[in-house]
């Protein structure tokens, strides 16, 4: 079992920028994939960005290129989600999520893909 727990968010006003973490418990972290994905009322979850387990490899939603970077620290066990130049669109309720893999350079985008998932945080971007 792994236990993700997110951080970070809360009310910011457009252009502004928050940072989340998730800090995850229980097995070695860096034999995870991780990613964060978010869900707006009424949507589907979304994914957001991915990092392969050792951080040499990322792959982000086109519409956070440019504007969010994932990161982590192994050795904190903590996974990272800069959001800069949010937008009210950003708003939604984050995940970071784990997934279990022996391979150094594979990201993850679908969310049926992953093994375990964080309560979330609330990001609301105002206009």
């Known amino acids: 079992q792994v236990q993700l727990v997110e951080s970070g968010g809360g009310l910011v006003q457009a252009g502004g920028s928050l940072r989340l973490a998730c800090a995850a418990s229980?097995?070695?972290?860096?034999?995870?994939?991780m990613g964060w994905f978010r869900q707006a009322p009424g949507t589907e979850r979304q994914f957001v960005a991915a990092?392969?387990?050792?951080?040499?490899?990322?792959y982000y939603v086109d519409s956070a290129k440019g504007r969010f970077t994932i990161s982590r620290d192994n050795a904190k066990s903590t996974v990272y989600l800069q959001m800069n130049s949010l937008k009210p669109e950003d708003t939604a309720v984050y995940y970071c999520a784990a997934k279990l893999t022996s391979a150094d350079n594979i990201v993850v985008k679908i969310p049926g893909a992953y093994d375990y998932w964080g309560q979330g945080t609330q990001v609301t971007v105002s206009s």
């Open positions: 229980g097995r070695t972290f860096s034999n995870y994939v």
């Open positions: 990092i392969s387990r050792r951080g040499r490899s990322t």
